[in-house]
Structure formats: C-alpha cells, structure tokens
C-alpha cells in the first residue's frame, strides 16, 4: 500500500534522512523513533504529501491521501467542536452527516461538547476533536504524531482500542509517539538519526 524508495530530506542546510527505503502493508504499524529534531514529523508530512522538499520515492496505493494527524490539535478556536469536525471531515473526503459528527465526537468522550468552542476547551478536549476523525472518516492509511499527546488515560485505552479495530480492517497506520503501543499486532520500528 506504502512504498518508499531512496527518500531524503534536507531542512535548513541540515540533512535529516536519507536513502530510506521501507514498505506498509494493510494491518501493518510503523512506529517512528529518534530524538527531538531527528526529523520524524518532516518524514511524516512528506508520506502525507504536506511537505514536498524531497528526493526520492513515495508511492501510495489508495483512492486518496491518507489520514494526517499532526501532534497539534489542528483545530479553529473560533469554531465548535461539530463545526470543527464538519469542516475538517469536508476538507479529508466530503461532508458528514451531523448523526455521524455527534457519534464521533460522543466516542472520544465530548458528549455535550458538541457546541463548546475550541476556544473555550482544554488541550486534551481540542486533541479529542481532532481525534474524532478517526471515527468519522473512512481513510485506509493513517499517519499519527504523537496522537497520544494530552490525552487522559481512559482516552488512551479508548484511541488504542480504535486503532486495533483499523488495524484488524485492514488499515495501516504509521505513527511517532513517545508512549508504547498496547497493540497486539506487529509493530516495526524505524529510528531516525544517530
């Protein structure tokens, strides 16, 4: 589904990566590793077509883009929760129906936050909205950092149950997170830097 071939990356006259060469399978993990600024965000944004300073080959499989999460909550303070979800869902594959924006907002825990600007959340709320397009959008492949990131322990066991579920349908998911992953698929590793 992922295929990468010969990928390198230099940012700011410093080189991050390259001549990576690695493949992603339906039902695969991915987990990208290394230090602070080894360049696993930039890796990420280039496999989601977010950042195009590269050589090098990235070949995807699918109908469309794959699912990116960024480690910010990528969220309008000035809008809600619902509009929020609606618009990020128009701008990933189309409009979603308002049933579908309150079941997926209701799964990440913000039942009767619906209407709540962003604004007026907390971090771990605005990452939840952001969240809740994995529940609400149909996208084989995603691409995760650090989806853990301010979020409680409930909402961590509920973000792994969901990815097993992607996982076990097929999907796949390549993701940077400092917390180990309670999976019981196969992760492969990738470090970045020395």
């Given at each position: 589904?992922?295929?990468?071939?010969q990928?390198?990356?230099?940012?700011?006259?410093?080189?991050?990566?390259?001549?990576?060469?690695?493949?992603?399978?339906?039902?695969?993990?991915?987990?990208?590793?290394?230090?602070?600024g080894?360049?696993?965000?930039t890796?990420?944004?280039?496999?989601?077509?977010?950042?195009?300073?590269?050589t090098?080959?990235?070949?995807?499989?699918?109908?469309?883009?794959p699912?990116?999460?960024?480690?910010?909550?990528?969220?309008?303070?000035?809008?809600?929760?619902?509009?929020n979800?609606?618009?990020l869902?128009?701008m990933q594959?189309?409009?979603?129906?308002a049933?579908?924006?309150?079941?997926?907002?209701?799964?990440?825990?913000?039942?009767?936050f619906?209407?709540?600007?962003?604004?007026?959340?907390?971090?771990?709320?605005?990452?939840r909205?952001?969240?809740?397009?994995?529940?609400?959008?149909?996208?084989?492949?995603?691409?995760?950092?650090?989806?853990?990131?301010?979020?409680?322990?409930?909402?961590?066991?509920?973000?792994?149950?969901?990815?097993?579920?992607?996982?076990?349908?097929?999907?796949?998911?390549?993701?940077?997170?400092?917390?180990?992953?309670?999976?019981?698929?196969?992760i492969?590793s990738?470090?970045?830097?020395?």
């Amino acid at each position: 589904m992922l295929n990468v071939s010969q990928l390198s990356c230099e940012r700011d006259h410093r080189l991050l990566f390259e001549n990576l060469e690695f493949a992603v399978a339906p039902g695969e993990v991915l987990w990208v590793e290394g230090s602070n600024g080894a360049g696993k965000t930039t890796l990420l944004r280039v496999l989601s077509g977010l950042y195009t300073d590269y050589t090098g080959q990235v070949s995807w499989d699918l109908p469309q883009l794959p699912l990116y999460l960024g480690h910010k909550p990528g969220v309008k303070d000035l809008l809600s929760a619902r509009e929020n979800l609606g618009w990020l869902a128009n701008m990933q594959q189309g409009p979603a129906t308002a049933a579908a924006i309150t079941a997926a907002l209701t799964k990440v825990g913000l039942r009767g936050f619906e209407d709540v600007l962003c604004g007026a959340m907390s971090e771990g709320q605005r990452k939840r909205v952001n969240l809740a397009r994995l529940y609400l959008l149909d996208s084989i492949a995603w691409v995760l950092d650090e989806p853990f990131s301010a979020i409680d322990v409930a909402g961590i066991q509920s973000l792994e149950q969901r990815m097993g579920e992607h996982l076990d349908a097929g999907g796949l998911m390549i993701i940077i997170s400092h917390q180990r992953l309670a999976l019981p698929h196969a992760i492969r590793s990738l470090r970045l830097g020395s």
